[in-house]
C-alpha cells in the first residue's frame, strides 16, 4: 500500500511563520486593494547607503579578482577593519586572525550559533520579547528555549535571579540585545557585569547581539560587552553594517569573541555557506574605514522622527518619552485591545503598517512597535493619519 508522506520536515512545524514575512503578505493585499500604506513595519533604514561605499561596490564588482569563491573565514582585510573598528570605537582589542568571523549579515550568526554550540535538549536563554531568530534558531538545534521575560517593571532587562537553578545548569546559551529591539531599552554597565558573572558561574555562553550600538541619540553611546571584564572568556558579539551604515539589502556582518568559539561558527558555516562576495567585503572594509560622520547624521535624522512621533502619540493620550537608542518605538496599545486587534485596526483604518508586540513573544502583548525608518513625509503622514485614528 502507498503511504503518504509530509512533505516538510518536524522541526519547521515547530516554528511559527516568520512575523515579517505574514505582515508582508497582509501588507501587499491591502496594496493590490488600493491603500496606500506606509509602512513602519520593519526596521529597514530608508536611508540610502553612504555613496563612497558604493562606490567601491561598483569598482570591485568589476574586478574579476572578486569573482571567484572568497574564503570561508572572509577577507583578512576586513577582518582587520573589524578589529581595528573594535579597537576605536570601544577600546578593545581582538585578534583579527581568531576573533572575528565575517557572516552574511548578522542573522546568518544568530541563527546557526546553536548549531555549532548547542546540542538536543540544552537550554537557550532568550528574551521575551525579543528578535525571533533566538528563539527559531535555538528550535532548529533540537534546544529548548527558555523565556527571560522583558518588562516593563524591569526595565527591559531580565531578572537573572529569577531563572531557576535546573534551568540555568541545562543552559548553554544566553542570548541578550542591547540596545533592545523590539523595547527600544539600553543596557547599562552594571547590568552587563551581572551577566557575565551569571554565565561564567554556569557556563554559558554570553550570545550579546548589538547590531544597534552605533544608533543612539543625545551623546549616548552604548557599550560593547567586550567593555566588561572577563567578558571574553564568556562571551560572542554580534555586529551588523545593516543599521549602522544602511546596509540591509547587502548582508554583511560578523561574529567575534572568544576564539574557541568563533572557530566552531567558522567550521559549520565551511559547510553551510561559500563565503561573502569580495566585492560587498571590500565595501564593508570602506565603510568601517571610513569613520561615523555619516551614521552620526543618520542618527540626527532618526531622533527628529523620534520627537514627531513622541509627540503625536502624547497628544493622542500616550505617555512616551522618545528613546535613548534605536529607530523603534515601543508603546501600550490602547485599553480594549490586544496587541494583533490594535495593529489590524491601525492598518485597516487609516493605513499604517505598525507591528504587533506579542510577534516577539507572549511577553510582547499589550504593546506594538513601530519604527522610524520612512522617509520624513511619509512619517509626517502616518502620523497626521494616526491623528485621525478612533481608538
Ligand atoms: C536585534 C536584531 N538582531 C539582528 C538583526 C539582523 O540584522 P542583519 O542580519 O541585517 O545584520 C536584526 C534585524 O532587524 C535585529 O533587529
Given at each position: ?74 577577507l ?19 585578534d ?34 525579543g ?110 553594517l ?10 554583511l ?29 571590500w565595501?564593508?572594509?570602506e ?7 555619516e ?21 493622542l ?15 501600550p ?20 503598517n ?18 522610524v ?19
Amino acid at each position: 500500500m502507498k503511504t503518504t508522506k509530509s512533505a516538510g520536515a518536524k522541526r519547521l512545524g515547530l516554528i511559527p511563520p516568520y512575523l515579517f514575512a505574514e505582515i508582508d503578505r497582509r501588507v501587499q493585499e491591502k496594496k493590490r486593494a488600493g491603500v496606500d500604506v506606509i509602512s513602519l513595519g520593519i526596521g529597514d533604514p530608508d536611508l540610502p547607503t553612504p555613496k563612497r561605499i558604493v562606490s567601491v561596490l561598483q569598482e570591485a564588482a568589476a574586478d574579476p579578482e572578486n569573482h571567484r569563491y572568497a574564503s570561508y573565514f572572509g577577507l583578512a582585510e576586513l577582518r582587520g577593519a573589524i578589529a581595528n573598528w573594535y579597537q576605536d570605537r570601544f577600546g578593545v582589542t581582538l585578534d583579527p586572525a581568531t576573533e572575528v568571523l565575517p557572516t552574511l549579515g548578522s542573522k546568518d550568526g544568530i541563527s546557526h550559533v546553536p548549531l555549532a554550540l548547542v546540542d538536543p535538549g540544552d537550554v537557550v536563554l532568550a528574551p521575551d520579547p525579543g528578535y525571533t531568530v533566538y528563539v527559531t534558531g535555538a528550535l532548529m538545534a533540537g534546544a529548548e528555549p527558555y523565556t527571560m521575560p522583558l518588562t516593563v517593571e524591569n526595565s527591559w532587562l531580565p531578572d537573572l535571579e529569577a531563572i531557576p537553578d535546573d534551568v540555568a545548569q541545562r543552559a548553554r546559551l544566553m542570548w541578550l540585545n542591547y540596545p533592545n529591539n523590539p523595547t527600544a531599552a539600553i543596557a547599562e554597565r552594571e547590568f552587563l557585569i551581572r551577566a557575565v558573572d551569571f554565565c561564567r558561574e554556569h557556563s554559558i555562553v554570553l550570545c550579546h547581539d548589538a547590531p544597534y550600538s552605533e544608533i543612539a541619540f543625545d551623546g549616548y553611546r552604548p557599550l560593547s560587552l567586550f567593555e566588561i571584564p572577563g567578558a571574553t572568556d564568556v562571551g560572542l558579539e554580534f555586529h551588523s553594517l545593516s543599521k549602522t551604515f544602511n546596509m540591509t539589502g547587502w548582508r554583511l556582518g560578523w561574529v567575534c569573541g572568544r576564539a574557541d568559539l568563533v572557530a566552531l561558527i567558522g567550521q559549520l558555516k565551511t559547510n553551510i555557506d561559500s563565503g561573502i562576495f569580495q566585492a560587498v567585503q571590500w565595501a564593508g572594509v570602506e565603510a568601517l574605514n571610513g569613520g561615523e560622520e555619516e551614521t552620526r547624521t543618520a542618527c540626527d535624522t532618526y531622533a527628529r522622527r523620534h520627537r514627531l512621533v513622541a509627540g503625536t502619540l502624547n497628544k493622542l493620550g500616550w505617555h512616551i518619552k522618545p528613546p535613548r537608542a534605536t529607530f523603534y518605538v515601543w508603546a501600550p496599545v490602547p485599553p480594549g485591545y490586544d496587541s494583533i486587534a490594535f495593529a489590524s485596526h491601525v492598518l485597516d483604518e487609516v493605513g499604517v503598517n505598525i507591528t504587533p508586540g506579542v510577534g516577539f513573544g507572549a511577553y510582547g502583548e499589550g504593546y506594538f512597535r513601530l519604527s522610524v525608518t520612512a522617509p520624513d513625509a511619509r512619517l509626517a503622514e502616518a502620523m497626521s493619519r494616526m491623528e485621525n485614528l478612533s481608538i
